[in-house]
């Protein structure tokens, strides 16, 4: 808002006077709030602080002690700094005892070689002011309406610190409290020089303050927090001053306002969405979707991964996914707020295992896992020490079984291949959960995970899902009856679905389709029917079998 000293003396006004820094050269950048005209020799009485006070010296006592007091009483009120004019009362210099004292106290001394108009310093320094108050008015109305905006409008933490960015032309990142990236705008910068090396430069600024500049790096940081408890910080990440700058400027920073405006909103907006996701789940949520879609280049992921604290680079990856299992109303109410606890406790199982991943939500019901692996680390012990951890963190499902199926894609050497370990991953546990429901929630054999060869020919028909002749296969078989069902608005596939998943056994599919068995064999003759097969030759019901698992696959 203010000029600094060394701003106010370069006004055409104070220049025609040839102005000379006898003393105090380390106070040029205190900011000057008004200009005082004054001969009085006890002048520091009327002054509030920040005031540049202008003399000609005539009324200033001759003594040392009397010259050092009247240095003394500037510097207690916090005056800005002295002007004295040459001439009148001092012919080329300025006494040395009122030089030694403004030294003394860093009070800034300036002599004025000509003659100056005093009114025209003060004229030109007031409009500077009260242009400067107006013009941050204007802008602190502005910030504050833009994020006012953002708050009503629930925006995230990245599209906030996308704006803190573009208002401050400069590079902004958040940060948790372990100096862990959470997001970050560049600025047209360049993001890998932004985070490189970014936990170790974050934690060597810590300055005084709630918010604060550190002119050694340039940084302004501010805390980001609500009642007493900060969870992060927002950086603006400034140029660091050269050696051979002049004393820092003593005004408040440019962006001290936007970037707490900023914090502010931070912090608010997570007060009101605490029913979601935590940030750090979405930075993780934002990176494995960016894997899944290539909506993030590979470099990119390598990046904001290692900016979290999650290398991927040079090591084994694996794609894990897990599903959570339970159907019914009260599910599908509560699904998110269940999802979104689910996804944290995964994140939870991930820390108390010491492994590195990316977790986070991937759709309404799967939470994607990255699990980084160094040479030294067992993949199989990773994962099923990860499946116990979570198993002891979550509530069995209503069945009894476990509350969530897990499968594992095949490791990978390079980020690049991330996405198919994923992919993976989510086929099979596609296949594994439709096994979990068959046999009642267990996971057969006691195995704590899923692997591709583990679901055998279900998983094999998920990975062909998508395949035009699995879909042209499955027309063929089951067609008919589909749309018999769609037509009649029976349920004959289910019917043949209960005969085939019962081995054949006609009493125990009526027994399962909750039907009597003369009105459950009524049923299988009309599905022989309307598909013109036997359902006493193998291999018919074979193929049958193949169709249903086929369809399920397709359908998902």
């Known amino acids: 808002m203010f000029p600094t000293v060394a701003e106010v003396l370069q006004l055409d006004a104070l220049r025609r006077g040839s102005p000379q820094v006898v003393a105090g050269a380390d106070g040029l950048g205190r900011p000057v709030r008004w ?16 005031e540049l006070v202008l003399t000609t010296g005539v009324m200033l006592p001759e003594d040392k002690e009397p010259l050092a007091r009247y240095i003394d009483d500037l ?6 700094g002295l002007v004295v004019e040459l001439g009148r009362r001092y012919a080329d210099t300025l006494p040395r005892p009122l030089v030694r004292a403004a030294e003394r106290r860093g009070l800034t001394l300036v002599a004025l070689r000509n003659e100056v108009r005093f009114v025209a310093v003060t004229e030109a320094v007031h409009a500077h002011v009260v242009d400067a108050q107006l013009s941050e008015l204007r802008a602190s109305e502005a910030i504050h309406q833009t994020f006012n905006e953002l708050s009503v409008e629930g925006a995230e933490a990245d599209e906030i610190v996308r704006e803190v960015a573009r208002i401050a032309g400069a590079p902004v990142v958040l940060e948790n409290l372990s100096h862990q990236v959470l997001a970050f705008d560049p600025a047209g910068h360049d993001p890998q020089a932004l985070l490189d090396g970014w936990e170790r430069r974050s934690r060597g600024v810590a300055p ?9 790096t340039g940084w302004l940081v501010t805390g980001v927090g609500a009642r ?24 408040p ?10 914090a502010a909103t931070l912090a608010l907006n997570r007060l009101l969405e605490r029913d979601r996701e935590s940030l750090e789940r979405q930075t993780h949520r934002t990176l494995l979707s960016g894997i899944l879609t290539h909506a993030l280049t590979v470099s990119d992921v390598a990046l904001r991964a290692r900016a979290i604290g999650v290398p991927l680079e040079g090591r084994r990856l694996v794609g894990v996914m897990l599903r959570l299992r339970g159907a019914g109303v009260a599910a599908a109410l509560e699904a998110q707020a269940r999802l979104r606890d689910f996804t944290e406790t995964a994140g939870q199982a991930v820390r108390d295992r ?44 209503p069945d009894g079984g476990p509350a969530f199926v897990m499968a594992a894609g095949s490791s990978v050497g390079s980020l690049r291949d991330a996405r198919r370990t994923l992919l993976e991953a989510a086929q099979v546990a596609d296949a594994a959960l439709h096994g979990a429901r068959q046999e009642g929630g267990r996971t057969g054999g006691g195995r704590a995970y899923y692997r ?33 069902d769609a037509e009649h608005g029976t349920d004959l596939v289910r019917i043949l679905a209960v005969y085939l998943e019962s081995g054949r056994n006609k009493s125990a599919a009526a027994d399962a389709a909750h039907l009597s068995r003369p009105s459950f064999y009524d049923r299988l003759h009309r599905v022989e029917r309307v598909l013109g097969v036997d359902l006493d030759q193998v291999e018919s019901c074979l193929s049958l079998h193949v169709a249903l698992l086929a369809l399920e696959a397709v359908r998902r």
Not at 41 to 49: K, N, R
Not at 459 to 479: F, I, N, S
């Open 253 to 262: 920073h440019p962006h001290t306002v936007l970037l707490e405006r900023g």
């Open 354 to 397: 010491g492994l590195t991943a990316l977790t986070g939500t991937l759709d309404d019901g799967a939470v994607g896992v990255l699990v980084s692996l160094g040479p030294a680390d067992d993949e199989h012990s990773a994962l099923e020490g990860f499946a116990a951890a979570l198993t002891r963190l979550t509530e069995p499902a």
């Open 228 to 251: 007493g408890r900060d969870w992060g910080r927002l950086v603006v990440v400034g140029e660091p001053l050269p050696d051979t700058a002049p004393a820092a400027d003593q005004r």
């Open 208 to 216: 005084s303050g709630r918010t604060g500049h550190d002119p050694r």
């Open 35 to 50: 200009v005082h005209v004054s001969e009085l020799a006890d002048i520091a009485g009327m002054l509030h602080g920040g």
């Open 75 to 80: 510097a207690d009120v916090g005056a800005a």
């Open 452 to 484: 591709l060869p583990d679901v055998r020919l279900r998983g094999l028909l998920h990975l062909l899902r998508d395949d035009a002749r699995l879909q042209t296969y499955v027309e063929r078989e089951l067609g008919p009856l589909l749309a018999h």
